[in-house]
């Protein structure tokens, strides 16, 4: 029987998690996913019916309880910094290999998502996780490694950097011919993804091409540019990484124009090395994910605000070429699959 690594996880994040599944199969070990979020997932099968992620949940369960009468299994747990959740899981984990995955970039207590409850209690039992509970800590980014080096007391060789690698589909290239000064986006449509700078930007910029891919709150809103402006392209969510690879071979630049908020800022963006791979020019802004990722040989960085001036001075100087384009595409390579699964060799230690 193959032995296993568990990810355990609030909402599950395959997409995380390809090079260490790449690892586990080179080494004779299997990879699975649980979640620890069961009782919201519960109430929402039961609540709106969907019951493929109701019998999830048994499973989820059965693996919760499995913990309590076992022992030493390698467990990969992805959770929120400081998230109050921590102190329940942590007699379920005792027994076991413990690992932490984090992509937060900042350890200091002053920014992050899980703001709410952040009593004594839980920042102490977060301290001693981190210290004492963990057997290796894999961060996504170099600023997360230094933070937790810098605000608490673990050995720098207790904590590996292991960015998010491409899916292998990605790392064949989709042939596709590009249109001259085009531009597309993909994720989430929300506010802080800075979505309405762009449809403003290229409502007045109709020689550019702006196209939008995902879902979210500002769906129809991005709808309504689209149908009044013939350079604004919808696209809704896309399914199948080929048909995402045509879209991003087909432009000439990537654009991310998130905004800092009191709980996110844009950490590492898979969708940009996904771009990247296709000789796809990243533009984003200088937030702490994006700007371990992006060299100026190959894309652009601009501070919160300076959109609109960053898309009309690349259009002007006519930014793309293939020569960035090549770079783009070499640098992709450092996030392979094989390339990051070197990183997380600590796992397999006894």
Not at 10 to 28: C, M, R, T
Not at 255 to 267: C, D, F, G, P, Q
Not at 320 to 349: D, V
Request: charged share 25%.
């Amino acid at each position: 029987m193959p032995k296993k690594i568990y990810v355990l996880h609030k909402n599950g994040a395959p997409s995380h998690y390809y090079a260490l599944d790449h690892l586990a199969q080179q080494n004779g070990y299997e990879l699975e996913h649980r979640e620890f979020s069961i009782f919201s997932k519960f109430y929402k099968g039961i609540v709106k019916g969907k019951w493929k992620l109701l019998s999830k949940q048994f499973q989820n369960t059965g693996f919760m309880l499995s913990l309590l009468f076992s022992r030493n299994k390698k467990v990969v747990l992805g959770i929120a910094p400081f998230d109050p959740k921590l102190k329940s899981l942590l007699p379920l984990l005792k027994k076991h290999q413990l690992y932490y995955h984090t992509s937060w970039t900042y350890w200091d207590g002053s920014f992050h998502p899980k703001r709410k409850k952040n009593t004594p209690a839980v920042m102490e039992t977060w301290r001693s996780f981190l210290e004492d509970h963990c057997k290796h800590i894999f961060a996504v980014t170099q600023q997360g490694k230094k933070q937790l080096s810098a605000n608490y007391k673990i050995p720098s060789d207790a904590v590996s950097v292991v960015y998010h690698s491409l899916h292998p589909d990605f790392t064949q290239r989709s042939i596709q011919q590009r249109s001259i000064d085009s531009f597309i986006y993909v994720g989430r449509l929300t506010p802080e993804k800075g979505i309405t700078e762009l449809l403003e930007f290229f409502s007045k910029t109709p020689s550019a091409t702006l196209t939008l891919i995902g879902d979210g709150k500002m769906n129809s809103e991005v709808q309504s540019y689209a149908d009044a402006h013939p350079n604004i392209h919808f696209k809704g969510y896309v399914s199948g990484k080929e048909a995402l690879k045509k879209e991003l071979a087909s432009h000439e630049f990537l654009v991310l124009n998130s905004k800092k908020t009191a709980k996110w800022e844009e950490l590492f963006g898979i969708i940009l090395i996904e771009a990247m791979s296709q000789g796809t020019l990243p533009i984003a802004s200088h937030h702490s994910g994006p700007k371990e990722i992006i060299n100026e040989r190959f894309g652009d960085l601009f501070a919160e605000g300076e959109i609109k001036n960053t898309l009309a001075s690349l259009l002007k100087g006519k930014s793309f070429t293939e020569g960035r384009s090549n770079l783009a595409i070499e640098a992709a390579h450092e996030y392979t699959t094989e390339t990051i699964s070197k990183r997380w060799q600590a796992i397999l230690k006894p």
